[in-house]
């Protein structure tokens, strides 16, 4: 089991910055070997904005390219996620997202499971 705890959200002015943090914790935290931050804006469906593999490949929506930046810190068990240059549009609750990897078979077949956070609210002021 895992559980993930995201802590950072605000309301920021256009152009402003935030860090948002997800911790994660449970004794199946070291399985986890894919993070990513999802956000959902009022109405609208939750969209992947970031996402960061235990190897460090990174990969982002377009809009949030050259201002969003994520990284993990596996020591921590915490991934990160700057915002800078933030626009109205990036306001909505965003949500961190772990999957953990293991292997469930003799074959080598691998089991993946997905947590999700509580969420934490940006809301970027025009």
């Known amino acids: 089991q895992v559980v993930l705890v995201e802590s950072g959200g605000g309301l920021v002015q256009y152009g402003g910055s935030l860090r948002l943090s997800c911790v994660a914790s449970?004794?199946?935290?070291?399985?986890?070997?894919?993070m990513a931050w999802y956000r959902q804006a009022p109405g609208k469906e939750r969209e992947l904005v970031a996402s960061?593999?235990?190897?460090?490949?990174?990969d982002y929506k377009d809009s949030v390219k050259g201002r969003f930046t994520i990284s993990r810190d596996s020591a921590k068990n915490t991934a990160y996620l700057q915002m800078s240059s933030l626009k109205p549009d990036d306001t909505g609750v965003y949500y961190c997202?772990?999957?953990?990897?293991?292997?469930?078979?003799?074959?080598?077949?691998?089991?993946?499971?997905?947590?999700w956070g509580q969420g934490t609210q940006v809301t970027v002021s025009s």
């Open positions: 997202k772990g999957q953990t990897s293991r292997v469930i078979s003799v074959e080598g077949a691998i089991g993946r499971r997905d947590y």
């Open positions: 449970g004794r199946s935290v070291n399985e986890i070997k894919y």
């Open positions: 960061i593999t235990d190897s460090g490949y990174t």
